[in-house]
Structures are given as structure tokens and as C-alpha cells.
């Protein structure tokens, strides 16, 4: 029952902010924030589970499985429960969005019940999106994500905010459509066997080998053109190159906390849903063409770092970067190795925690000085040393210092993806060049706009931020530093989730 | 249970790294309370750990294994292939060699430091103090890993704490470039370390220094095709395989020890506080580069092609580098260019087959050059910050211990018989000439570091004498600001290091008199078999050749690079040594101005940033937006226009909704069948 009561305390406490007076709307959504963190850290402390949630032979925790609609054949079931890929995304959406509602103190200043109302809202979806194991149920709360996210950056963003909400929305609802569509495909595929949008039923009977025909389709086709459409589908929400032109600007008009939650955990959404559906259930077709996927990967490490490179508005550096660094997601998921899949899995959290630490300096740095024009600035670091030290923690963090999460979860998918399939050599060495290119875009940077001798082009007086504004950057660096140094807190139930998918297909390291 | 300082090893590095906890920690919240802006936190701290060090040295030397080995699992690896990750302390008589040097250039630096940032009332000291704290922990950790994971990590940290110390005085343009600078370009040597570390692991399931499932025990087991299988990838055959892999870790050493052609970051990062410099270029980041190609020299013994190219690469920028040395009008320049040169010889020796004499090197390098960074430091402060040596001139008389422990560490530099430079780099080249005379490719890299001895006998004297000789050509020179006793202790120390430690291996003599002098090649020898230097010395792949006699090869060797680096100095001193030296320098013409400009390497890697990538990525920037999201929005646009006729069949009926969603799938199953050409 810990899963429905984290999602229904989050999804309470979004109705009693909603209706709350627009003053105590921020502190009142950050202490009722508390409730699911502390939930999370619960039930992170007594976890309990093995195996992968979809395959046979697993133990769930916290697992609730029940008959919900029965309309003819088919029945619906309230199915949830968390194994080693979904229990740390929990935890990270808990965590970062208590921290995304502090940072929004500053810069939300108005409609702020509405505001604090939709981000927790936001959060209840996003935990039902991760526990949910039945096809509906997670599709439901996998729709339910857009609905806050588009009146969030529609209503709080910047000057072009309609046309990045609007095209958020279509653009992934699209995408939602095309995943809709290959999904209900297969299991119309799978014939009477199966009469349930239960994901462990599914994808066990799709692994045994049971997908028939549907109609004049084979099941060869239907898996790969299933495969295809689910592929688009959650690449879009990745996003991976060429589904990415929504994201930045999106980014670029969101306010600091909805870009914090854009990127620290919808992108996940993406990532988690490859993992679950595509290659879990379809491994064969993912097998098959790991060089045409690792091919997507390294494009988009590759091709998003130049973008972020190009860049001179300091968040759509940050927004690009997101678009490499889940390439190189993609690259240790079809690895199909423990590391390489685990690695991935690790990244969701790692980069996760970086990017919204990330995204948050970068709205510190705006709130003070009212620009992210990295042409408009210098030397900010004499003037608001604690911010910009957080600032350079974080970007060393992003660039894969040893000792900090991302560097563990990079090493993870290298060590995976090498010599996992043929050309893996080749793909994961081109791919890790985008460790150069983070380096340099991300010192530039930094080099333009915190040193050197002080200069800003706006009036505004620039000082030491706020300490509510200062301190989830804190908390969120030494997550990061913590995760770094031990990365076991979550990698071993990681690994022992992805074990099971690797091992089925042969890859064991 | 261990002996006790093999138990205390690990606190070697956290006894710096809780000086950098206290100086962040304290300095951020409490300044007033931290002593000396965290100096003295840093000093103990380093003291400590020189004498655990020493002390480790000391119980490695007694040990009947000659080493002591433990390590912790970081990542237990889960399925059948897995592997673990581990950090781990391997102590033997490299490490602890290297343990001592670093700790004991850090403490003197520290020690410096009081002198040139405390006296000069910098502001930013707990930062300052926090940064070398890292720096030295990182270093240490790095020196006392036991496999090349942990290596790396502690390079990469290595690597950010010279970002954080060169870019100290972040409120000028300059240092903040330099640091990015050897951020990148030692990074983009880090990248095929990277790849080198993922290969490794990949081929042997291991990254262990030690123990017979180490990799380069398992590597000299396939080679000699004794049963141990590995993995080879892109079709190679194990030799060539490993060659790769030993080159992509070469790539990581490069970078780091200022390497043509990564070199260039190293006299941009002269914009760091002039102790950082003696860090950086005498113990830690520049000569973490070597001292890892020494670390594993049991695995690149095996391979002949890299050995060929580590000596070539060596011998090169040896000479290449002290070209650049000669022309330049900053003491540091001169001392930045001299250190990229110097690695070269160790490089040199590395790849000629030179264990011990590189090794040797890199110890007595550690001391002259940390010396004479520290005397440059001396002779900055005195000249209140002006590094020009044209202003400079006669401060003899005005700072005799400066004067005399810079002239220690010059004679070790220049290689003048019996200052340590001496006695390693004529070693150096010794073993670069016997190899040489059997592989014509040793020979081209032994003379191109022999001809480096007479440009390095010049540039050094050209320095002392234009820096202390000669008439004061300034106000500032005719009264130099005075040093305190923070600033001569280390340079005396140092001094005397740099006049003795070659001592410890006269080989030399050694061969004339017969008596036993080679108390490191010993020292060396000492340790776990698989890591000694006559295994290393078996494992080599060249014969050796000699001229006349041995004995005749050791004389002639040695006499020749004496006679070069004195002849250097000797046209230094009558061009120099007068009371109002001229800039002979300007005669070279065009030569000068290529010298002068470092062969336009810089030019040509900026190039390669400003006039390449940049431009490139916003090319990618052009195309994303007009191309690929044009399509995007070109394909809403279309669907705006066609969605006012289809409005129509917005009838609200479900049944109609569904019968339209079904179609969709059908639709687009049949297009995607058809185009991907499965029916």
C-alpha cells in the first residue's frame, strides 16, 4: 500500500496547495513536499525485492496487484510495484522535487497556490509512471505528466512560452500515439493467451516467443514495426537526435523549477520506458539492430555536445547537453550488459541530480543578474562566490569527474558497451569523445561568465543569493558527490534488476 | 594484520585531504578562525604524510616481499563475465620513491607558500590552501594506486585541482583561459586513457599493477603464449592489440606530462601562483604522466612498437622544447619550456629501455625543478611581481641564498658534473646510445636528446646570468623587496637535494672504479619480483650495443653530453655573463620569432578550436534549427492548415474516434512494412 499512499499524500497535498492563499502556497507545497521524501527514503531504507519487475522469477516490493475494469476479454488491473530500476527513480523524483520547489521561491511570483499546486501534482504522476506496472494504469499517468508540464511552462514561462508548450505537447502526444499504437499491437499480436495490459504478462509471453499474426501482419514485422513505433514514441521524450527540437525550447522558456523537473526527471520517463518496454520485451529486435540504435546513441552525444557548443544563452547550453548526455544512455541499454544497462540506469539518477543542479545555478545566476547571455557577463564569481562555486562543483560533475555520480554512471556504460556486440568498440570510443566536448563547452562557459574581471550588461545589483536558493544546490552536489563515491547505494539493486534481461541474452559482464 | 605504516598508508593521502576539508570548511564559514588562511593545517598535514611516507619506504625495504598490497571492492561486478572494481594501496619501492618526493616538495611548497601568497597579502587563501590540499591528496592517492581504474580517477582530480590552482586569480582574463586550456588539452589526453582503462578491462577483466592476475603478467603470458587467454578486439591479433591499448594510455600520459604535441597547455598555466608551478611541474600533474608509464612499465616492455615511439616522442620534445627555451624573456617561460624538455628525457629513457635511469630522473628532476621554481618565486617577489628578466640583473649580491640554491638547481638542469642533472640525464642518454646502437629509431631519438643537452646548458645560464649577474637594469632591480626565512628554508633544503641526490646512482663512476654505487637501481630491484627492474630489464625488447669497451661506451657517453651542456653554458657566459647583456637572441632573425611563438603550435590548436570545431558546431547549430526543427514545425504548419478542413470529422462520436484510431494503426503498419520491405 506504500506506493498508492506515496502517490495519494502527494496528490492530496497538490489539492490543498491548489486552494491555499498565494503566500504561504510556497512553503506550505515545500513542507508537504517533505511527506513523499520522507516516503521514498522509507521505503528506499526497507527495499526489499530481486530480479526485474517484468520478468519471471522476480519479487517486487511493495507490490499491489488487483483487478480493476473487466470489459469483455480484456480486464485492467491496478497493478504497481517497485524492483531496482524503478525504486531509484522514485527516490530521485521525490528528492528533486522537493528541492525544485525551493528553488521556485524566487523566481515564481505570481499565480503561486496554482503553481505549487501543478509541480506537486506533477510529482504524483511522475511516481505513478515509475511504479505502474500495468500497460493502462501507466499510460494514464504517463498522459497525466503533460497536463501539468503544458500548463507550467504555458502560463510561468518566457516571452515565446505558447509556442514551446504547445509544441511540447503535440509533438510527445504524438509520440504518446505512436508508443499507444506498437503497444496494443503487440498484445492484439499475442492472441488469446493473453487478455490483460498487465507488463510483466506481456513481456514474459512476449519473450516466450507467443506473438502471432495480427491480421495479414507476421509477427516478425509486427515486432520490429511495434518495436519502431514505441522506439519513436520514447525517443521523443528522451529526447535522442533527430526527435530533439522540442526540448530546448522548452527549456529555454520554463521557469527554473519546471525546467529542473523537465530535465531531471521527464527525460527519464523516456529512458525508463526504452528500458521497460523495448528492450525488455522485444531484446530480439533490439539485438538485431544494435548497431543502427547505437548509431542514434552516438549521434546524440556526439551531435548534441556541438550543439551545446554553439550555444550563447547559458540554459540552452545546459538544455543540449541533456540531449548527449542520454545518448549515452541509449548506448549502455542496448549494450545488454549488466554494466552497460545497469550504467544506463545509473545515468537516469546521475544526470538527473546534475542536470537539475545545473538548470537551478543557472536560474540563481538569472534571478540576480536578469540575463543568461553568456556575452552579457563576466567574472560573477567576485561578486556571488558560494553560487558559483556550487556552479563549478556541478558542471565538473557534469563532465564526468571521477569521484562524482556521473563520472560512475559514464564508466558503468563503457565498461558495458565495449565489446558488448559487433562495432561496440568503435561506437563506445566515438561515443566517449563527447567527454572532450562537455569539457570544453562547459569551461568556456565558465570561463566567460564567472572570471575575468566583473562586468554585467543589465543594472541590476548582483550580491550573494538567498539562502533558500543556495542551499537545495548544496544538497544536490553532495548527492551527487555521495552517489560518486559509493555508487552501491543504488547500483546494486540496479544491477540485480538488469541481471536478469542481460543474462537471458547472453551478454554476462 | 599488517605492519603499523602499511595500516597508516592510507592516511598518506587523507591527512592532505582533510587539510583541503579544513581550509574549505573553515574558510567558508569561519576564516577568522583558520590559522594562516589554512596554510599551517596544510603544512602539518603534508608533513604527516612525508613522514608516513618515509616510514612506508623505510618497512617496504624491510619486508620480505618488498610490498604491500590491499585493496576494498568498489563495485561488485553481478552475472557470469563480470569483474570488479576496486581501489586499492599498492606500496613498493616505486611508489614509496614517489610517495616521499611528492609529500616532500608539497610541505616545501606549502612552507613557500607562507612566503609568497601570506606575506604578499593575498586574499583567497583558504581557497588557495583548500586547492593545494587536493592537490596533494589527489597526487598522492594517484602514486599509491594499485590499479589503473584508480589511477585514472585520481589523474582526472589531479587534473581539476591544476584547473582550480592555475585559475587562482580567477579576476584576470589570463588565468582563467591558461586553466581552461590545461583543462582540455590534458583532458583530451584523458580521453584515450579512458579508453584505454574500458580496454583494458575488457581484454583482461582486470586493471590490477600486481599479483600474477595482473595485466601485464597475463599480457607477457599470452604473448609468450603460455595458456592465458584474453579478448582482442577489431580483429587484431593479441600484439597488436595490446600496442593499442598501450597507446591510448600513452594518449592520457602525453597530455599530462606535456608531451609533444599536447604540451602546449604547460607555459599557458604559468599564470597559477609560482608554488603551484613547483607542484605541478616537479611532483604532481606533469609528472604523473611518467611516473604511470613507470608504474606499468611491466606491461609496455612487451611492446616494442610503443617503446620505439615513447623514446621518439621523448627524444623530440626534449629538443624541441629547449629550442623554444632560448628565446624566451620570462624566467618562468624559460623554466616551463625547460620542464617539457626534461620530460622528454624521462620519456626518452622510458621508452630506450631506461627503467631506472628514468626513474632516476624523474627524482632529481622533482628536486632541481622544484627548486627552481621556488627560486623563481624568490626573485618575483623581490621584483614585486615582474617576471622579465630584461628588467632584472645583478641580484647576486642582493639575495645570495636565492642566488646559490638557484645555481645548485641550474648546474642539476644544465647537467654539469656532480649536480644531480648530471648523474640522471647522462644515464638517460647512456641507455638511449646502447639501445641505439642496435635500432636506428633509439639512435634518431638518443640524438635529438643529446643535441637538447647543449641548448639546455644555454638557456639555463642565460637565465642565471641575465637573472643575477650583470648590472641591476630596473629601480626594482637596484632594490629588491626582501624574502623572509618561509622562503629560504625550502630553497636551501632543496638546494642541497639538488647538489647530492645524484649520488645515489653513479653509474658512471661506478663502472670506472668498480665500486658499488647504484643504490637506486638496488632500491629499485627491491621490490615483488613481476615489478622489479631487472625483470623490466629481461622483458625489454632490445639488444644492447657498445662502443670499444663498456667501460669506453660509459666514458664516451658521459663525456660528450658533459661537454655539450658545458659548451652551452660556456656561450651563455660569454654572451650573458657581461654587466649590460645585449639580446644576442634578435640576431636569429625569423628563426627567433618561429621560436619565439613556440613554432606556432599554440596558433595552430587554437585554430583548431576557434577556426574548427566552433564553427563547425554552429554549423550543427544552423542546421538543427533551419533543417531538423524546420521539418518539425513544417510539419505542424501543414497539419494547422489541413486541421481547419478536418475539423469537420470532429464529430464527438467515439465509436467514430475508434474506428479512426484503428485505421491510423493499419495505415501505418502497411507504410511501415512496406517501406522497411518486410512483406
Known amino acids: 500500500m506504500w506506493i498508492e499512499a506515496l502517490i495519494a499524500v502527494t496528490l492530496a497535498s497538490a489539492a490543498v496547495v491548489f486552494l491555499a492563499p498565494n503566500k504561504v502556497a510556497g512553503k506550505l507545497a515545500f513542507v508537504l513536499s517533505l511527506l513523499p521524501v520522507g516516503g521514498s527514503l522509507w521505503m528506499y531504507s526497507t527495499y526489499e525485492a530481486s530480479g526485474n519487475a517484468l520478468l519471471e522469477g522476480s519479487t517486487l516490493a511493495f507490490e499491489t496487484n488487483y483487478q480493476w475494469v473487466v470489459a469483455g476479454p480484456y480486464s485492467l488491473n491496478w497493478h504497481v510495484g517497485l524492483d531496482g530500476i524503478s525504486m531509484p527513480l522514485i527516490a530521485l523524483t521525490t528528492v528533486l522535487t522537493s528541492l525544485a520547489l525551493l528553488a521556485s521561491w524566487t523566481p515564481i511570483q505570481e499565480r503561486q497556490s496554482q503553481f505549487y499546486g501543478l509541480m506537486l501534482f506533477l510529482e504524483a504522476s511522475l511516481l505513478g509512471v515509475f511504479s505502474a506496472l500495468d500497460f493502462f494504469v501507466w499510460f494514464v499517468f504517463w498522459e497525466m505528466v503533460l497536463v501539468p508540464m503544458y500548463v507550467l511552462i504555458g502560463v510561468w514561462g518566457g516571452p515565446r512560452r505558447k509556442y514551446a508548450a504547445i509544441k511540447m505537447f503535440v509533438y510527445t502526444n504524438i509520440a504518446s500515439l505512436a508508443l499507444f499504437i506498437g503497444f496494443v499491437a503487440l498484445v492484439f499480436g499475442l492472441g488469446d493467451s493473453v487478455t490483460t495490459f498487465d507488463m510483466p504478462t506481456v513481456a514474459q509471453a512476449l519473450r516466450a516467443g507467443e506473438l502471432g499474426s495480427l491480421g495479414p501482419i507476421g509477427p516478425e514485422t509486427l515486432k520490429v514495426a511495434a518495436f519502431v513505433a514505441m522506439f519513436v514514441g520514447f525517443a521523443v521524450k528522451v529526447p535522442v537526435v533527430p526527435f530533439h527540437t522540442w526540448l530546448p525550447d522548452a527549456h529555454v522558456e520554463a521557469p527554473t523549477p519546471v525546467s529542473i523537473m523537465l530535465a531531471g526527471v521527464l527525460l527519464k520517463m523516456g529512458t525508463y520506458a526504452l528500458l521497460r518496454f523495448n528492450f525488455t520485451m522485444l531484446p530480439d529486435v533490439a539485438q538485431a539492430n544494435a548497431q543502427l540504435i547505437a548509431i542514434f546513441a552516438v549521434v546524440s552525444v556526439l551531435y548534441g555536445a556541438m550543439l551545446a557548443l554553439a550555444q550563447t544563452d547559458l540554459k540552452r547550453i545546459v538544455a543540449y547537453s541533456s540531449v548527449s548526455s542520454m545518448g549515452y544512455v541509449i548506448l549502455g541499454l542496448v549494450a545488454y550488459t549488466v554494466y552497460g544497462m545497469g550504467g544506463a540506469t545509473f545515468q537516469m539518477v546521475a544526470h538527473g541530480l546534475i542536470s537539475g543542479l545545473m538548470f537551478m545555478a543557472v536560474g540563481v545566476i538569472y534571478n540576480t543578474t536578469h540575463t543568461r547571455m553568456v556575452s552579457d557577463m563576466s567574472g560573477l564569481a567576485s561578486k556571488m562566490p558560494f553560487t558559483v562555486a556550487v556552479f563549478v562543483a556541478g558542471a565538473f560533475g557534469y563532465m564526468g569527474l571521477p569521484l562524482m555520480a556521473g563520472f560512475a554512471a559514464e564508466l558503468f556504460i563503457f565498461l558495458g558497451s565495449f565489446g558488448a556486440f559487433e562495432g561496440s568498440v568503435l561506437f563506445t570510443a566515438a561515443a566517449m569523445f563527447g567527454i572532450v566536448i562537455v569539457a570544453g563547452y562547459l569551461l568556456l562557459a565558465m570561463q566567460r561568465t564567472l572570471f575575468g574581471p566583473f562586468e554585467l550588461e543589465t543594472d541590476y545589483e548582483v550580491g550573494p543569493a538567498a539562502f533558500h536558493d543556495v542551499a537545495p544546490l548544496v544538497v544536490l552536489i553532495l548527492l551527487v558527490i555521495l552517489l560518486g563515491v559509493d555508487p552501491n547505494i543504488f547500483f546494486g539493486m540496479i544491477q540485480d534488476a538488469v541481471n536478469p534481461i542481460a543474462a537471458a541474452t547472453g551478454g554476462g559482464a | ?679
Not at chain 2, 623572509?484 to 670506472?512: C, Q
Request: glycine letters at 10%; one cysteine or more; aromatic letters at 12%.
Open chain 2, 1 to 679: 594484520m599488517a605492519a603499523l605504516p602499511f595500516e597508516l598508508a592510507p592516511a598518506i593521502a587523507a591527512l592532505p585531504f582533510v587539510s583541503f576539508l579544513i581550509a574549505l570548511l573553515v574558510g567558508a564559514f569561519a576564516p577568522r578562525l583558520l590559522p594562516k588562511g589554512g596554510a599551517i593545517p596544510g603544512i602539518l598535514a603534508t608533513a604527516g604524510s612525508l613522514v608516513l611516507s618515509v616510514w612506508a619506504a623505510v618497512a617496504v625495504w624491510n619486508h620480505p616481499d618488498g610490498m604491500y598490497h590491499d585493496s576494498i571492492t568498489w563495485v561488485a561486478g553481478v552475472g557470469d563475465a563480470a569483474f570488479d572494481l576496486q581501489f586499492g594501496i599498492l606500496l613498493d619501492p616505486l611508489s614509496t620513491m614517489m610517495l616521499v618526493i611528492v609529500s616532500l616538495v608539497a610541505v616545501l611548497v606549502h612552507v613557500f607558500s607562507l612566503g609568497y601568497m601570506n606575506d604578499e597579502g593575498e586574499t583567497g587563501l583558504p581557497r588557495y590552501y583548500a586547492g593545494l590540499g587536493l592537490f596533494t591528496a589527489s597526487m598522492l592517492s594517484f602514486v599509491f594506486a594499485s590499479n589503473l581504474l584508480m589511477a585514472f580517477m585520481f589523474f582526472e582530480l589531479v587534473g581539476l585541482c591544476s584547473w582550480l590552482l592555475i585559475g587562482f586569480w580567477f579576476r584576470e582574463p589570463g588565468p582563467p583561459s591558461a586553466a581552461k586550456k590545461a583543462f582540455l588539452v590534458t583532458r583530451f589526453g584523458d580521453y584515450f586513457f579512458l579508453v584505454g582503462v574500458v580496454g583494458v578491462f575488457a581484454t583482461f577483466g582486470t586493471t590490477a599493477f600486481v599479483g600474477s592476475e595482473s595485466f601485464p603478467i597475463l599480457a607477457d603470458q599470452v604473448l609468450a603464449g603460455e595458456g592465458a587467454s584474453v579478448t582482442t578486439f577489431l580483429g587484431l591479433d593479441p600484439q597488436a592489440w595490446f600496442s593499442v591499448l598501450g597507446l591510448l594510455i600513452l594518449g592520457g600520459v602525453i597530455g599530462k606530462s606535456a608531451q609533444f604535441p599536447l604540451h602546449t597547455w604547460l607555459p599557458d598555466a604559468m599564470e597559477g601562483p609560482t608554488p603551484v608551478s613547483a607542484l605541478i611541474h616537479a611532483a604532481t600533474m606533469v609528472a604523473a604522466g611518467v611516473y604511470l608509464v613507470a608504474r606499468i612499465y611491466g606491461f609496455y616492455a612487451l611492446l616494442p612498437q610503443v617503446m620505439a615511439l615513447i623514446a621518439l616522442v621523448g627524444g623530440f620534445t626534449a629538443l624541441f622544447a629547449a629550442t623554444m627555451g632560448v628565446v624566451k624573456r620570462e624566467i618562468k617561460q624559460v623554466l616551463a619550456y625547460s620542464t617539457i624538455s626534461q620530460y622528454g628525457y624521462m620519456m626518452l629513457g622510458l621508452g630506450a629501455g631506461g627503467y631506472v635511469a628514468a626513474t632516476f630522473h624523474l627524482m632529481t628532476h622533482a628536486f632541481f625543478k622544484a627548486l627552481l621554481f621556488l627560486g623563481a618565486g624568490s626573485v618575483i617577489i623581490a621584483m614585486h611581481h615582474n617576471e622579465n628578466m630584461w628588467d632584472m640583473g645583478g641580484l647576486k649580491e642582493k639575495m645570495p641564498v636565492t642566488y646559490y640554491a638557484f645555481l645548485s638547481g641550474s648546474l642539476a638542469l644544465a647537467g654539469i658534473v656532480p649536480f644531480s642533472g648530471f648523474w640522471s640525464k647522462d644515464e638517460v642518454l647512456y641507455e638511449a646510445l646502447v639501445h641505439g646502437l642496435e635500432s636506428p629509431i633509439l639512435l634518431a631519438a638518443y640524438a635529438m636528446g643529446l643535441l637538447a643537452v647543449f641548448f639546455t646548458g644555454f638557456y639555463t645560464f642565460r637565465m642565471v646570468f641575465l637573472t643575477f649577474h650583470g648590472k641591476p637594469r630596473t629601480d626594482t632591480a637596484r632594490d629588491p623587496h626582501a624574502v623572509g626565512w618561509n622562503v629560504k628554508v625550502p630553497l636551501v633544503v632543496l638546494g642541497t637535494l639538488a647538489a647530492v641526490a645524484g649520488l645515489v646512482n653513479m653509474v658512471p663512476v661506478a663502472e670506472v672504479t668498480g665500486i658499488h654505487l647504484e643504490f637506486l637501481h638496488d632500491w629499485l630491484d627491491a621490490g615483488p619480483e613481476a615489478l622489479t627492474a631487472h625483470h623490466y630489464a629481461d622483458l625489454i625488447p632490445y639488444a644492447s650495443g657498445e662502443i670499444g669497451s663498456p667501460l669506453l661506451t660509459v666514458l664516451l657517453s658521459a663525456g660528450v653530453s658533459l661537454g655539450l651542456a658545458l659548451s652551452g653554458a660556456g656561450a651563455a657566459w660569454l654572451l650573458y655573463d657581461v654587466p649590460e647583456p645585449i639580446r644576442h637572441t634578435d640576431r636569429l632573425g625569423r628563426v627567433k620569432t618561429v621560436l619565439f611563438n613556440n613554432y606556432y603550435q599554440d596558433e595552430f590548436q587554437v585554430w583548431l578550436a576557434n577556426g574548427v570545431t566552433l564553427p563547425l558546431a554552429r554549423v550543427a547549430d544552423k542546421f538543427d534549427q533551419g533543417v531538423i526543427d524546420g521539418v518539425v514545425n513544417g510539419v505542424s504548419s501543414v497539419s494547422l492548415f489541413s486541421g481547419g478542413r478536418i475539423k469537420r470529422i470532429q464529430t464527438g462520436v467515439v465509436s467514430n474516434y475508434a474506428f479512426l484510431l484503428t485505421m491510423g494503426l493499419v495505415v501505418l503498419l502497411v507504410f511501415i512494412g512496406v517501406t522497411g520491405g518486410w512483406f
